[in-house]
């Protein structure tokens, strides 16, 4: 059945929106760098800066740690409930993380000797100079990001020009008050993602969340699984997921300004001929010691975010299907793939299957 819709101009991205992924993906990882470099011109020696270094850094490292064992836990046991063994967390997997960011140190490592050589920054620096370097470079790419994400986020929003009808958010509202966290709905040319299929939550403004859904789903759907699927997006504002992702995107950068500053470090102490055996001990031990805390926590990360992705779009699942049923809900996901025009990966259909699982496997133990 073909739903009519109020056809109107496509919404843009609010002014609040672009402020927070501002304030997240840069400000905050900014704040933090030159809080450092300000604390290390303070102390103005260098091992009790590298002590003062380890010692904040103990808490991102417990931090990220954390979020890596509940994201493992919460993952592994969804996956055993189901019996979907190929989505149990393995250590293998974190074993690849580890190897990915010895493979960032030789790719940092042999960009930052072009630079060192091009400018010739090889006399002793203290420590902090260092890592005012590194929050230029961290930065700068950080900076690509953040463009590059508020340009998308603007073409896919400008494609949203038809409007759910006003019968199927009127009966959303009137049942489900979360679902005033939303100021819009529309219909857009949203593009497979890579876990999901076509829906999605798109900006985090105060009071202008907008949900954006394929326009197939406008032309194929039902009005109770169209409502199905909306509530699996209020689900995603519900739990907050947008701000924690914009959170999880500033500490990466973050820890990408001290993943530099260890490589600088250790190149220009490479330069000047000298190696761990030959400095102070302490300074020795220090160093590596930050080796391993922002090294480790980068990997912890790095394999969170991508167990996130998985537990977001489940958790979402569960706000959807407590408002209109397992049954409903896991009928509709199996429905989605056919709405789409264009193939579906083996991991969105793997994935799909793994979330209809769950919902099949809880609406069974209602019964």
Known sequence: MFRESDRSLGVSLPISDVMLLTLYFFFYPLFAGLSFIFLGVLLNNEIHYLLFLDLILIFPFLFTGLLFYQSFKNLRDYALEVKYFHFIPSWYEMGLHLIRQVYYVIFVGFILTIILRVFNIIEILEPWDYLGLSIIISLGVQSYFLVKSIINKQELLSTAQEAVSSEIIDQVELNHPKSQMISEYRFADVQLPSLFLSAGVMSYGWKRNICLISRYFNWKLTDEELIAVILHEIGHIANNHIKKSYLIGGTEAFLRIMRIFCVFTGLILLMQEQTIFTLDPIFSLLFINLIFLVFLSSAFLSIFHYYRIFLAEIRADDYSAMAIGNTVLADTLRKLPS????????????????????????AKKEK
């Open 339 to 362: 709405t789409i025009p264009s193939p579906v990966s083996y991991n969105q259909s793997s994935f799909l299957g793994f979330r209809v699982a769950i919902l099949r496997q809880r």
